[in-house]
């Protein structure tokens, strides 16, 4: 007989996930010297309290410590310390003032999470140190205990800075590690290419894109004043011929075939070159087999020519010879321009605050602050501030599903609540040293701890009550366990209200923002005779004609990125709503952001085969099938949903190339996204 397979939702094995990879070793070392130290000083000159704060910072800084440049970590860790050295002078609100002042708070913090991982980091520290300052009573100036923090901020800063490989004192090795980093993600992308595993890798390579070009764009803004030196003038050359070479190689993905070793080669050669700042030795023998094949060798040229001309400040400077040049232009795209020139300084575009994902954010945690404050206030005279703390790190969206979190939460505190109870009763000696010893433990443990939420909440409470015990509080431990499970119910069911969970604003917003990014790197495509490669492939001499190829080439890489970045995060988002608790809807959002990032694939597909000399449509065609990406955005971010907004097959009545696959796919994505368009509206979601 047979039985039918069972197969568990995702909401039920999200929680059982982890994350692999290297033992980060150099985080241990860091999280090791942290905490320990900074409660062990205060407890010898008899200040605990101020330990515990300092303390709290440099935990805090531990668990923002990520791999990258030492600007990246000034950014990670110094601005969200800044933030919390803010909510310990904001949280002044005593009684029932305190529910307004923290909805206000979570409110700001939650829609403030929308613009990237340092305002995200920066509004969860302003809103724990609020819900801190006004539900724990301590000895001393407010200025005072904000003063104490931001000394452990900085002393975490200090070791992030400080302790590290010393390779990794080099000028620019962090950064010329991030453009490496690209070059080795586009060879396993290419290794993957025709295989099950092409999709990831090809987000792998988009990661590494996006982290190498926000590393490049904090040394920008954190550098030194004055006239730029030639090692950074080189590192932004190189990093422009990584992102023509990407650009290039999105058409060899989207053709779905296998490809030979010998184009893996290349990349690897140019990441080792970016990795130890030399030159280039001898590429592959470039071999003619398709447009997409001949425009990657081209583009691998063009980064050899990037490499080898750039030696110094003076070649940055020098122009490319005109014959290369000429020849360079006339392969378009692909070329990327002149690759040896400076990168232009792109200004990262986020997603509002203030628009819908933001205000749906910003609702969802203020509500499930206030609720909760609330709640701590009526079961706690004082030291009530675990509630609304744990709330603020259970309901943050972008920390992952909100059920898998309230699980792991919940373990994790149960684990970290018995263990400390186990050490207390077996460890002998005063209550300091045994919460010293503890802290010291624990700081090692937390970069190891962040692969898994439960494993890190474990951590994290084992070191809060070790904070609480060498400031004498030793009844926090069976408290913490009752405030967290009345925190998860309290979470889970206001958290999933229907006017505060709208997936629309959440994942729809974002799905329209990467098909408008999308849309206008199509025009720019589309549109590339009036100032791109096809207006330099035929000039003689000026540099008029060059600035126009340079010009069109800088705006499509542009656009490209964005769109990229844009399409990543609603991927990211739609992935999360498919392993929600109450996620019907999920699978079909993740399919609008699948279609989505066909279309942007598409379209460098097509770039590289007009540069080639595919035939190009008439401009009647140009403007319908732009317009009809822009009204499938407009119909996804529309706040009704409603069935009618969604065009009727927008792309179905233009008059395609009949040669031209690319297009013929971007058409065929647009029905696809209308499709599922449609069904979500049907659904109201």
């Known amino acids: 007989m047979h039985r039918p397979e069972i197969t568990p939702p995702d909401w039920l094995l999200h929680p059982l996930r982890r994350q692999t990879g290297p033992l980060p070793w150099g985080g241990v070392l860091r999280g090791a010297l942290g905490m320990g130290p900074l409660l062990a000083a205060a407890v010898a000159c008899g200040r605990p309290q101020a330990g515990a704060l300092a303390g709290l910072a440099a935990m805090f800084g531990s668990i923002n410590d990520r791999p990258g440049s030492a600007r990246s970590a000034a950014a990670l860790v110094g601005v969200p310390a800044l933030a919390g050295a803010a909510g310990l002078l904001l949280g002044q609100a005593s009684g029932w003032w305190a529910v307004g002042l923290l909805a206000l708070v979570g409110t700001v913090c939650g829609a403030v999470s929308v613009a990237g991982p340092v305002s995200s980091a920066a509004g969860v520290q302003l809103l724990v140190l609020t819900s801190v300052g006004c539900g724990m009573p301590m000895a001393g100036p407010v200025w005072q205990?904000?003063?104490?923090?931001?000394?452990?901020?900085?002393?975490?800063?200090?070791?992030?800075?400080?302790?590290?490989?010393?390779?990794?004192?080099?000028?620019?090795?962090?950064?010329?590690?991030?453009?490496?980093?690209?070059?080795?993600?586009?060879?396993?992308?290419?290794?993957?290419?025709?295989?099950?595993?092409?999709?990831?890798?090809?987000?792998?390579?988009?990661?590494?894109?996006?982290?190498?070009?926000?590393?490049?764009?904090?040394?920008?803004?954190?550098?030194?004043?004055?006239?730029?030196?030639?090692?950074?003038?080189?590192?932004?050359?190189?990093?422009?011929?990584?992102?023509?070479?990407?650009?290039a190689s999105v058409a060899l993905l989207w053709e779905g075939e296998p490809l030979p070793d010998r184009m893996l080669v290349g990349p690897r050669r140019l990441a080792e070159a970016v990795r130890r700042d030399t030159s280039l030795g001898r590429l592959p023998v470039p071999v003619a087999e398709s447009p997409a094949r001949s425009a990657f060798d081209r583009a691998v040229l063009a980064a050899g020519l990037a490499f080898d001309h750039a030696p110094d400040g003076a070649a940055d400077r020098r122009p490319v010879r005109r014959p290369v040049r000429r020849r360079l232009a006339a392969g378009g795209p692909a070329a990327g321009g002149r690759s040896g020139r400076r990168a232009p300084v792109r200004r990262r575009r986020f997603v509002a605050p203030a628009g819908p994902a933001g205000r749906e954010y910003g609702l969802r945690v203020g509500a499930c602050v206030a609720v909760t404050t609330a709640l701590a206030l009526v079961l706690h005279a004082d030291h009530w501030y675990w509630l609304p703390v744990t709330a603020a790190f259970l309901v943050k969206p972008d920390y992952g599903p909100l059920f898998s979190r309230v699980v792991n939460r919940f373990a994790g505190t149960a684990a970290g609540v018995l263990l400390f109870a186990g050490l207390g009763s077996v460890a002998a000696g005063p209550a300091p040293g045994r919460a010293v010893l503890v802290v010291a433990l624990c700081g090692a443990l937390i970069a190891p701890s962040l692969r898994h939420f439960a494993l890190q909440t474990g951590v994290v409470t084992l070191t809060v009550l070790a904070f609480a015990s060498a400031g004498g509080d030793s009844q926090a431990a069976p408290s913490r366990l009752v405030d967290t499970a009345l925190a998860c119910a309290v979470v889970l069911v206001v958290g999933h209200l229907p006017h505060l969970a709208d997936t629309r604003a959440r994942v729809g917003h974002r799905c329209a923002e990467a098909l408008r990014h999308t849309q206008r790197y199509l025009a720019a495509v589309l549109a590339a005779p009036a100032d791109g490669a096809d207006a330099g492939a035929g000039a003689d001499e000026g540099d008029g004609a060059d600035g126009a190829v340079d010009g069109g080439a800088d705006r499509r890489a542009e656009l490209r990125r964005t769109a990229y970045r844009a399409l990543a995060d609603a991927r990211?988002?739609?992935?999360?709503?498919?392993?929600?608790?109450?996620?019907?809807?999920?699978?079909?959002?993740?399919?609008?952001?699948?279609?989505?990032?066909?279309?942007?694939?598409?379209?460098?597909?097509?770039?590289?085969?007009?540069?080639?000399?595919?035939?190009?449509?008439?401009?009647?065609?140009?403007?319908?099938?732009?317009?009809?990406?822009?009204?499938?955005?407009?119909?996804?971010?529309?706040?009704?949903?409603?069935?009618?907004?969604?065009?009727?097959?927008?792309?179905?009545?233009?008059?395609?190339?009949?040669?031209?696959?690319?297009?013929?796919?971007?058409?065929?994505e647009l029905r696809g996204i209308h499709e599922r368009g449609r069904a979500l509206a049907g659904a109201g979601v």
């Open 145 to 247: 205990k904000a003063g104490w923090y931001l000394l452990g901020g900085a002393w975490s800063l200090l070791l992030r800075l400080a302790v590290r490989p010393l390779p990794a004192f080099g000028r620019l090795h962090g950064e010329r590690a991030a453009v490496a980093a690209v070059f080795d993600a586009l060879a396993e992308a290419l290794r993957a290419a025709g295989t099950p595993g092409a999709e990831r890798a090809r987000r792998a390579l988009t990661v590494a894109l996006d982290r190498a070009d926000e590393t490049l764009r904090l040394q920008r803004l954190l550098r030194r004043p004055g006239r730029r030196r030639p090692d950074e003038l080189r590192l932004d050359g190189r990093f422009a011929a990584a992102a023509a070479l990407c650009e």
């Open 572 to 668: 990211v988002s739609a992935e999360t709503l498919r392993v929600e608790l109450l996620a019907d809807p999920g699978k079909a959002w993740l399919d609008v952001a699948v279609h989505a990032e066909r279309i942007a694939d598409a379209t460098t597909a097509c770039a590289i085969r007009l540069a080639h000399g595919a035939q190009r449509p008439d401009e009647a065609t140009i403007r319908q099938l732009v317009a009809a990406v822009g009204a499938v955005a407009d119909a996804l971010d529309s706040p009704t949903g409603a069935a009618d907004a969604l065009p009727g097959g927008p792309a179905a009545e233009a008059t395609l190339p009949a040669n031209c696959r690319t297009l013929h796919d971007i058409a065929a």
